[in-house]
């Protein structure tokens, strides 16, 4: 998963959007609150990840939608042991 690049994956049936901004994972929940869509499919713009449906931005860091910070998406914390990327998920 190289910088630049976000990917659907699930932890305890729960989706994941993984996002690597600068070299730094991040994990957020991967159902866009519009109306569903993938966000571990959509794509990089500095610290925010755009829906590939409608094209809503969410900073990977906070969770909150660029447009309207009281649209949230969750935050998971993310570790990483050499190839495991381990995702702390409620
Ligand atoms: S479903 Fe994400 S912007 Fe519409």
Redesign the pocket.
Known sequence: MPPGQCLSVEAEDIGIALCNVGGTIYALDNC?P????PLGEGFIDGDCVE?P????RYNVKTGERLENPQIKVDCYAVHVEGDAIQVDVP
Do not use: L
């Not at 519009?34 to 869509?37: D, L, N, Y």
């Not at 449906?53 to 809503?56: D, E, I, L, N, V």
């Open positions: 866009c519009h109306a569903g869509g829906c449906w409608h094209g809503w």
